[in-house]
């Protein structure tokens, strides 16, 4: 009877071991072996070929750092060797979500540069394409969020939705994800007939409908509960990132290039700039999903007010831009997209750095990620909205 | 607050003086060119004064003016006061934007071609990082000070800087001119159809 103490010894010894270890890792104090996780270049979350390497200490990430360039396709040096209306079809394919948003920078650098005018049909429809594939846009990553954290439902009603607008504008420029359509001084041709009606029509639609995907989601707990306080950014920290866009504007940067410094005619239309407070995924993806009714609004706007006209400015058979040097921003669905060109007089620009907007979100996932867990990683992937072809170029 | 170009001139030439050599509006957006020895504090002027707040990072890049046509009346100078290059030389291009006073302002550094230089921003702005590794990549441009100069898009063995002038894509430095004519005047004059 003597010896059963000293055979429960050991044990008794590992069992306030274990509660200490227990005190330990509720506290955070204990610190175990790190680990490298690596993401992709072929998740299914990461909306292209895009590759994270996270350091983990059990649950936690301490450290993450994206890995890009698998797709980088070297657009700044391929404009150097084209001409002004090859490099329209080639920058379509930057962002391959919003294509026709891409085009447009480069038409208004080129007609600032030129002092081309263009007329106000042109620019009419230019807005209303513009947002008709930022409507696109968003449907898009609306559904894609929602199921990367496991609700497949939204993917059925954006599709559906996405559709006829697809469809609307498949019939003024016969592409469905490269339009090709804008050239410097106006457009490629007019909107064919009964385009003003099919396009009012799918647009009123996703108005009228938006609010019941809405309540799907952001009053459905178990939504809240996976994004609500996950993955917050903080305003200064994104403003030094240049983070832009519905994340910039979900950690309460209130910016907008289409009200702030007004292209093409947005100063015609009543919009509202939606902001978010927290710049949680939540808030992110709050910000997106009202901008989709927005952009609805500008369409209506824009397509019911369509002036006649022609839809050309006065071109020059040869563009060439005079010699000079300047910086066009525009909204592009995910951001802020700018281009600097700089040309020396030729039928080529000399040099155009491009701006793209999930370059600059991208860059601030390693800030957002540390200290986050393992398990909202994806979530927090899925509300930075980006494309990969957008971040690579 | 909108704050008009020219007004935004008056205000960057007050706050920074003798610090920019050169100040000048294009196209309404604030141009500046600064020495290399005053370029981090000038860009830490930029974002921390609250008369100017251009607290929005907008892009880090580069430009190879080796081959850049220019005028003979040009006044513009870039490459380093004192390098053989006071034309055509490489600068690195920061733009800065103030989302509260809405202006913009390009800031252009002149770098030294045969070895170019450059003090990193990274402690003003974060998201300068991967921008610099772009640049660093791209046009060689070696940052100082910065906490992580790897390669950002090519691969760790990549031999030369893609968008520097001198080099060429191999689809266009390799094949042959094409054999005929360009266009039709050029067929009519050498008699052809």
């Known amino acids: 009877m003597a010896d059963t103490p000293k055979v429960l010894e050991p044990e008794l010894q590992n069992l306030q071991d274990s509660s200490a270890f227990a005190n330990e890792v509720s506290e955070g104090r204990l610190v175990t072996e790190q680990m490298l996780l690596n993401v992709g270049p072929q998740h299914p979350a990461t909306h292209g070929v895009f590759r994270l390497l996270a350091t983990i200490d059990g649950e936690r990430i301490v450290r993450a750092e994206p890995v890009v360039g698998y797709m980088h396709r070297g657009y700044e040096k391929l404009v150097e060797q084209r001409d002004y209306r090859q490099i329209t079809n080639l920058i379509s394919r930057m962002d391959w979500l919003s294509g026709i948003n891409n085009e447009l920078p480069l038409a208004l650098a080129l007609e600032e540069l030129m002092e081309i005018e263009v007329p106000e049909r042109a620019q009419y429809l230019r807005v209303a394409l513009a947002e008709m594939n930022r409507i696109l846009n968003h449907l898009m990553f609306f559904q894609s969020f929602a199921a990367e954290l496991g609700a497949i439902t939204p993917t059925f009603y954006a599709f559906r939705e996405r559709e006829d607008i697809q469809y609307a504008m498949e019939t003024v420029t016969g592409g469905r994800m490269h339009f090709g359509f804008f050239r410097p001084g106006g457009l490629k041709e007019d909107v064919p007939k009964g385009f003003v009606d099919m396009a009012l029509a799918s647009v009123r639609k996703v108005i009228k409908r938006l609010p019941d995907y809405e309540d799907l989601l952001t009053g459905n707990e178990i939504f809240k509960q996976r994004t609500i306080n996950i993955g917050t950014l903080d305003r200064e920290v994104a403003y030094s990132y240049g983070v832009s866009g519905p994340i910039g504007r979900g950690s309460s940067i209130d910016m907008d290039v289409r009200r702030d410094e007004p292209y093409l005619v947005y100063d015609q239309f009543d919009f509202e700039v939606c902001t978010g407070s927290h710049g949680d995924c939540f808030d992110r993806f709050w910000v997106l999903l009202h901008e989709i009714i927005e952009s609805a609004k500008i369409v209506e706007q824009a397509l019911a007010g369509l002036p006649p006209g022609p839809i050309m400015g006065k071109v020059p058979r040869v563009v060439e831009a005079p010699k000079g040097e300047v910086y066009i921003r525009t909204e592009n669905p995910l951001g802020e997209l700018g281009f600097y060109l700089v040309s020396d007089g030729g039928r080529r620009p000399y040099r155009i750095k491009i701006r793209t907007p999930s370059y600059s979100n991208v860059s601030a996932l390693p800030f957002v990620l540390e200290n986050t867990l393992v398990a909202d990683m994806i979530a927090i992937l899925g509300s930075f909205f980006f494309v990969l072809g957008d971040v690579d170029r | ?193």
């Open chain 2, 1 to 193: 607050m909108r704050l008009e170009p020219a007004d935004a001139l008056d205000r960057v030439k007050g706050a920074l003086g003798e610090r920019v050599t050169d100040a000048r509006l294009n196209h309404g957006q604030v141009d500046l060119t600064v020495e290399l020895d005053k370029y981090v504090e000038v860009v830490r002027i930029l974002r921390d004064d609250i008369a100017l707040g251009c607290r929005f990072f907008t892009f880090l890049s580069a430009i190879d003016r080796s081959t850049y046509k220019y005028d003979d009346d040009d006044q513009r100078e870039t490459g380093s006061a004192g390098s053989q290059n006071k034309k055509g030389g490489i600068e690195v291009l920061v733009h800065l934007y103030s989302p509260d006073k809405i202006w913009h302002v390009n800031l252009h550094v002149p770098l030294d071609f045969d070895a170019p230089v450059c003090p990193s921003i990274t402690g003003v702005f974060r998201g300068a990082e991967w921008h610099e590794r772009e640049a660093a990549e791209m046009f060689g441009i070696h940052f100082t000070d910065h906490p992580n100069l790897t390669t950002l898009y090519l691969s760790e063995d990549f031999e030369g800087h893609p968008m520097l002038k001198s080099f060429k894509l191999p689809a266009r430095s390799y094949v042959k001119d094409w054999p005929g004519a360009k266009d039709p005047d050029e067929a009519a004059a050498a008699g052809g159809r």
